[in-house]
């Protein structure tokens, strides 16, 4: 039997570190404009749409996770 860790696999790792940067280089520099306007960022979402961030692909993939780690780790 394999013993229970909640310890982050590659993929896991590289999730995080691709909605990190995702966040840090496109949302982050643009947050305090859209949140002035009170408007939906409907570029950012459409960015994290090109790079595949916001589908139902990657949606469906964080929550095949048998951990359940990947969806809350991206939602993070």
């Known amino acids: 039997m394999a013993d229970f860790s909640l310890d982050l696999n590659e993929d896991q790792l590289q999730i995080q570190k691709w909605v990190h940067d995702f966040a840090e280089d496109v ?3 643009a947050a305090h404009e859209w949140d002035e306007r009170e408007e939906t ?3 950012i979402i ?3 749409a090109n790079i595949g961030l916001y589908s139902w692909e990657f ?3 964080a929550f095949a ?8 780790l991206a939602m993070e």
Do not use: C, L
């Open 41 to 43: 960022p409907w570029p």
């Open 46 to 48: 459409q960015e994290a």
């Open 65 to 72: 996770d048998p951990t359940g780690i990947t969806f809350a």
């Open 59 to 61: 949606v469906a993939n």
């Open 27 to 29: 949302v982050r520099p």
